[in-house]
């Protein structure tokens, strides 16, 4: 993707790649002509579609190419448990961290915000505010983005299969108690970004019935109740003690395992 700056006057339009060359710092665009740009990566492969995106005074121009896949088999698999302290936890113990991108950020909205109620409307000084605001959310939205693509990138890199729970998250955001901390942490951009980047590496992404992860034993299958406030996984039955979490990556991918056999 490359990006440039200009008047926003149109949101989307599609240019033919037929008239497309990139040379250094400059795209060359059919009806559009020479423009200067910041480059984020390489081209690589044959351009086969060019999409022009104009958002908040800035054009992005995506282009996306035909490559050959590179599948580099490592044979593990992974179950992968969403929270909100941590983004994702993993079966092997691994735990990312979940940035909260937009809690940190609250203070300066609030404070655009303010200033924005206070302007007149139809103002040049409100128009001025105002695409202040949408920029710092643009800028909390791609920060939470860059995250879940590098968390994703690593979870291709090292597992051929990665399952997490099918959790419908529109039902969930309806607890206003939670709400922000959901749309904070970004779980199906999570799930999303894995799953488009499994599926070009030749790799797999399974779903799974989320029910009861949390409370199921991992070892032995006994159901062991216990608050959100419990955080860590003691089975009377076995014995077995870890992390609450953890415990439910394990079940998570003990269920794909299983709906993987059942199909075969």
């Known amino acids: 993707m490359s ?39 390489q081209m690589q492969g044959a351009i086969k579609t060019c999409t022009v995106i104009a958002k908040n005074g800035w054009y992005y121009v995506c282009l996306s190419c035909e490559i050959e896949t590179q599948t580099r088999a490592t044979g593990k698999r992974i179950g992968v448990d969403l929270g909100l302290k941590h983004l994702a936890i993993t079966s092997d113990g691994n735990f990312h961290d979940a940035p909260k991108y937009l809690r940190k950020s609250e203070r300066q909205l609030k404070k655009l915000q303010r200033i924005v109620s206070r302007r007149k409307k139809g103002s040049n000084r409100r128009k001025k505010v105002v695409a202040l605001l949408a920029k710092k959310h643009e800028y909390i939205a791609n920060q939470r983005r860059n995250n879940a693509h590098q968390v994703s990138r690593q979870l291709i890199n090292h597992y051929d299969l990665i399952a997490f729970e099918d959790l419908k998250i529109t039902n ?73 979490d953890v415990n439910a990556a394990k079940n998570i991918l003990k269920r794909a395992s299983q709906q993987l056999s059942n199909v075969s």
């Open 3 to 41: 990006s440039f700056q200009g008047d926003e006057s149109l949101s989307q339009f599609h240019v033919s790649t037929k008239r497309i060359s990139l040379k250094g710092k400059y795209i060359t665009l059919s009806k559009v002509g020479s423009v200067r740009i910041k480059l984020h990566r």
């Open 172 to 244: 969930m955001v309806k607890n206003h108690h939670l709400a922000k901390s959901i749309a904070d942490v970004g779980w199906s951009q999570l799930v999303q970004f894995t799953a488009y980047k499994a599926e070009s590496a030749g790799k797999r992404v399974v779903l799974v019935e989320p029910r009861n992860t949390s409370q199921q034993c991992s070892n032995c299958d006994e159901m062991v109740k216990k608050t959100l406030a419990v955080r860590t996984h003691r089975c009377p039955s076995c014995g077995i003690e870890c992390n609450r």
